[in-house]
């Protein structure tokens, strides 16, 4: 569940700067709930992963999800100042981008997370062999 659901946020996060003046509470809408779908499955898929492989190695288990929430708090602060940056840069095409750009990275950014997550040992294989 961890690539598709590093795919559905990034396909969300792409969409935001398509949306229409027109029907933007519809459009913005769906786009949201594109995120949270993705958001909603990453979480879970990635608690479970790294409780299962920090059980397995014999580690702590309050060290490594203090690590993950920490991680994640991390992220929190630097997605909008990266996000805010690449966004001065292009909003007046004062770069050779406009302003769609900064919700291209945020896709490729995901595209990326999926195509690294598929490396990820999955628990229930993981499991299974070591029994």
């Known amino acids: 569940l961890l690539p598709i659901s590093c795919l559905v ?4 996060l792409t969409l935001i700067p ?10 913005l809408g ?7 779908i993705g ?3 990453f979480q879970p898929s990635s608690s479970t992963i790294l409780t ?17 929430e920490s991680i994640s708090a991390f992220s929190r602060i630097l997605g909008p100042l990266t996000g805010g940056f690449v966004w001065v840069l292009t909003v007046e095409k ?7 750009t900064a919700f291209h990275l945020c896709g490729i950014l995901m595209v990326l997370a999926a195509i ?9 294989e993981y499991s299974s062999d070591e029994e």
């Open 9 to 12: 946020t990034g396909l969300g």
């Open 94 to 100: 004062s770069a050779p981008f406009d302003y769609h």
């Open 116 to 124: 690294i997550s598929l490396k990820i040992v999955n628990p229930q």
């Open 52 to 68: 299962t492989l920090a059980k397995d190695n014999g580690m702590e288990l309050g060290v490594v999800m203090g690590a993950q």
């Open 39 to 41: 958001n909603g499955l």
């Open 18 to 27: 398509y949306t229409e003046q027109e029907y933007a509470f519809i459009q």
């Open 30 to 36: 769906l786009v949201s709930i594109l995120i949270a």
